[in-house]
C-alpha cells in the first residue's frame, strides 16, 4: 500500500491493488521480537496483533480493579515506541486488540512511549455495566457450551464483552490513525478491516467478508500457519528459530496468498495451511463470525511459489442476528501438585503415592468437587491410548478443585511428607509447595446485535 | 492391509470448551476416499473410549482432503478449571494416528 493515512481508501478513486496484512502476535505471551521483524524484514502495508485469549478479559479486568490504569496488554504501548519510527518511514499501520478492559488507558501509554502516533479507540464491546439491564429485557445468555442461564453466575462474573466486527475497526482506519486500538474485536476482524478500508466492500459482500474471515482465521494464531506446531516433517521445516511469521497478499476481489517474508525462518505450503484452517475448527459449512458466515468446504488452496499458496473460491453467508459475547467468572480455586519417581517400577510407586495422598485426604474429610491424577510420562496426555513398558521416570501429578479454597490449601501441603514416608525414590519437590490459583471460567453467550453499538474516539 | 493413519494422513487439534476439535488432512488426495470410508465418527468414538464422555460428530471437506471431528466432553470440563496437563486437547491429534485402519486403494 502507499496511501497516505489521511487517503480514505483506495477503492473510492478506483485504482484499488493488492495489500500485505501481517500478524505479529498470536496470543498474548507469543514472540516479542516478531511484530519488530516483521516490520523490518519486508513490505506490510498494515501489522496486526492479536492479545486476547478466552479468559485473558478476566485477568485484564482484575489488574483494573486494582489500578484503573491498568487493564489491558502491557506489552503494547512499549513495542509501539519500539517501532514508532519505522511504522511512520515505511505507512504501516498496526491494528490491535490490546485495548482489554481499558483501551482508553492502553491509548494514553501508547501516545506516551510514542508520542508522534495517532491513536483511534474502538470502544463499546465492553458490556459488563450492562448485564442487568440485557437480563431485564429477557436476555437469558445462556452459555453455549452446558446452557446454562447466566442468572446462576449473576453474582461471580468478573468481565463481559461483545465480540465486535471489522466495520468498526475500518472506521477507525479511515481516520487515519496510525494504531488502531480495540478491546475484544473478533481475531479474524482484525485482518478483514483493512480489506473493507482498502477494497470499498460492503456489508452484505458476503463472499468477500467470508473470503477476508478465513485470511484472518489463516493468520491470527501467528507461526501455526507458517510451519510452527506442524506434524508435516517437523524436523525438516527450516530454522524454527528465525521463523517468519504469516503475510496476506489480499486483493480486491477476495482471493489472497498467505506468505511470509523472503529470508525468515519456517515454511509455508498448503499442507500447513490446512492444518490451520481445521484449527479450533467446528461446522465447517458454518464458521460464523460477526460479520458473515464463512463455508470452509468452498476453500480453494494452490500451491504457486516456494513458501506462497494462494487461496480462492470462498463463499459467505449472511451474517449472524446475535453477536457472542465472552464473559468470565470467579469459579472455585485449584491446585495442582507433583512429585517425581525414578525407576525400577517407577508407575507403580506413582500410584502407590496417589494412594497414600487420597487416603490422607479422605481421613481429614476434604471434600472436593474433583480430584484428577495423572502420571506424567505414561499417561498424561493419551490415556489409555499411550503405550509404554517400565519408564524411567514418572511425574506423579494430582490436581483438586474446590469453591472452598481453605480445603485446597490443605491439599497442598500433602505432597511432600511422602519424600520420606512414601514409596522409595521421591524426588523433584524443589518448588516446594504448589500455589493456590483462582478459577476464572469463560462463559460464552449471545445478544442481540443491535444492543451492541460501536464509537470511535481519536487521540492525537 | 492395516497402517496407522499417520501413515497417510496428518492432524491438528483444538478446544472449544470442553469439546475438542481434531483435524484429519490426507497428504495425498487419492486417500481421501478411503479415510472418509475408514474413518467413521463411531471409530474414532471407540478408538478414544472413556476419555470421550460425550458423543463424536464428523464434518467433511474434501476440498482440503479433510474430516473435522468434534468430541464432546473430552477435556475434563475444558478451559481454565480442567485440572489435566492438556486441557485444550492439543495433543490429541497425534493419539489419533496411531489408529490403526484397513489400507486397500
Redesign the interface.
Known amino acids: 500500500m502507499s496511501l497516505t493515512p489521511e487517503t480514505c481508501g483506495a477503492a473510492a478513486s478506483g485504482d484499488a491493488r493488492m495489500i500485505r496484512i501481517a500478524n505479529g502476535q498470536g496470543f498474548w505471551g507469543d514472540w516479542l521480537e516478531a511484530p519488530v521483524r516483521l516490520i523490518e524484514q519486508g513490505p506490510i502495508d498494515y501489522l496486526t496483533l492479536d492479545y486476547l485469549a478466552?479468559?485473558t478479559m478476566s485477568i485484564l479486568q482484575k489488574q483494573r480493579q486494582a489500578d484503573p490504569t491498568l487493564g489491558y496488554a502491557r506489552d503494547f504501548p512499549p513495542l509501539i515506541g519500539r517501532i514508532a519510527k519505522r511504522m511512520l518511514d515505511r505507512n504501516v499501520r498496526v491494528i490491535a486488540n490490546a485495548g482489554g478492559v481499558n483501551p482508553v488507558a492502553c491509548a494514553e501509554a501508547v501516545r506516551k512511549a510514542a508520542p508522534g502516533i495517532k491513536v483511534a479507540i474502538v470502544l463499546g464491546d465492553d458490556v459488563l455495566s450492562r448485564i442487568d439491564e440485557f437480563l431485564g429485557k429477557g436476555y437469558e445468555m445462556r452459555n453455549?457450551?452446558t446452557c446454562a442461564p447466566l442468572a446462576t453466575i449473576r453474582d461471580r462474573i468478573l468481565s463481559a464483552n461483545a465480540y465486535t466486527g471489522a466495520f468498526p475497526l475500518a472506521e477507525a482506519i479511515a481516520t487515519g490513525a496510525h494504531v488502531i486500538l480495540a478491546g475484544r474485536a473478533a481475531d479474524p476482524a482484525l485482518a478483514l478491516a483493512p480489506m473493507i478500508h482498502e477494497f470499498g466492500w460492503r456489508e452484505t459482500d458476503w463472499n468477500k467478508l467470508a473470503a477476508g474471515t478465513v485470511a484472518g482465521h489463516i493468520i491470527e494464531c501467528g507461526t501455526q500457519a507458517t510451519g510452527g506446531?506442524c506434524?508435516?516433517g517437523w524436523q525438516n521445516i527450516p530454522d524454527l528459530a528465525n521463523i517468519g511469521y504469516p503475510i496476506v497478499e489480499a486483493e480486491p476481489d477476495g482471493t489472497f496468498v498467505v506468505t511470509k517474508h523472503p529470508g525468515t525462518g519456517g515454511r509455508v505450503h498448503s499442507?500447513i495451511v490446512?492444518?490451520?484452517?481445521?484449527?479450533?475448527?467446528?461446522?465447517?459449512?458454518n464458521f460464523i463470525a460477526p460479520d458473515c458466515t464463512a463455508d470452509?468446504?468452498?476453500?480453494?488452496?494452490d500451491d504457486i511459489g516456494p513458501d506462497r499458496v494462494r487461496v480462492s473460491g470462498i463463499q459467505g453467508r449472511e451474517r449472524p442476528t446475535n453477536l457472542k459475547l465472552s464473559i468470565s467468572y470467579a469459579?472455585?480455586w485449584?491446585a495442582?501438585g507433583t512429585l517425581v519417581f525414578s525407576w525400577p517400577q517407577a508407575l507403580e510407586k506413582a500410584q502407590a503415592a496417589d494412594q497414600i495422598v487420597r487416603s490422607r485426604m479422605k481421613q481429614l474429610d476434604l471434600q472436593f468437587d474433583?480430584?484428577?491424577t495423572?502420571y506424567?510420562g505414561a499417561n498424561?496426555?493419551?490415556?489409555?491410548?499411550?503405550r509404554f513398558s517400565d519408564p524411567p521416570e514418572i511425574q506423579l501429578?494430582i490436581?483438586?478443585?474446590s469453591s472452598n479454597r481453605k480445603i485446597v490449601d490443605r491439599f497442598t501441603r500433602e505432597l511432600i511428607p511422602l519424600v520420606l514416608s512414601g514409596p522409595p525414590g521421591a524426588t523433584g519437590y524443589g518448588e516446594g509447595r504448589p500455589p493456590v490459583r483462582e478459577?476464572?471460567?469463560?462463559w460464552?453467550a449471545l445478544v442481540p446485535r443491535g444492543e451492541i453499538k460501536s464509537s470511535i474516539e481519536v487521540l492525537g | 492391509m492395516k497402517v496407522p493413519l499417520g501413515k497417510i494422513a496428518?492432524?491438528?487439534s483444538?478446544?472449544?470448551?470442553?469439546?475438542s476439535?481434531i483435524?484429519v488432512?490426507v497428504?495425498d488426495l487419492k486417500d481421501y476416499p478411503l479415510l472418509v470410508n475408514e474413518l467413521t465418527a463411531e471409530r474414532v468414538k471407540a478408538?478414544?473410549?472413556?476419555?470421550v464422555k460425550g458423543k463424536v460428530e464428523r464434518?467433511?471437506?474434501?476440498?482440503?482432503?479433510?474430516l473435522?471431528f468434534?468430541l464432546h466432553e473430552a477435556l475434563?470440563?475444558?478451559?481454565?478449571?480442567a485440572?489435566?496437563?492438556?486441557p485444550q486437547g492439543k495433543?490429541?491429534?497425534?493419539?489419533l494416528l496411531?489408529v490403526e485402519i484397513d489400507y486397500y486403494i
Do not use: M
Open positions: 478466552e479468559v453455549l457450551d506446531n506434524q508435516v499442507d490446512k492444518e490451520q484452517l481445521l484449527y479450533e475448527l467446528g461446522d465447517p459449512k470452509f468446504t468452498t476453500i480453494h488452496l469459579n472455585g485449584k495442582i474433583e480430584i484428577h495423572e506424567f498424561a496426555c493419551h490415556g489409555h491410548i499411550a501429578r490436581g483438586v478443585r478459577i476464572v471460567s469463560y460464552p | 496428518h492432524t491438528r483444538g478446544d472449544k470448551g470442553d469439546t476439535n483435524g488432512i497428504y478408538f478414544f473410549g472413556d476419555l464434518f467433511e471437506l474434501p476440498n482440503l482432503g479433510a473435522n468434534l475434563g470440563g475444558g478451559g481454565t478449571a485440572l489435566r496437563i492438556d495433543t490429541l491429534g497425534a493419539a496411531r
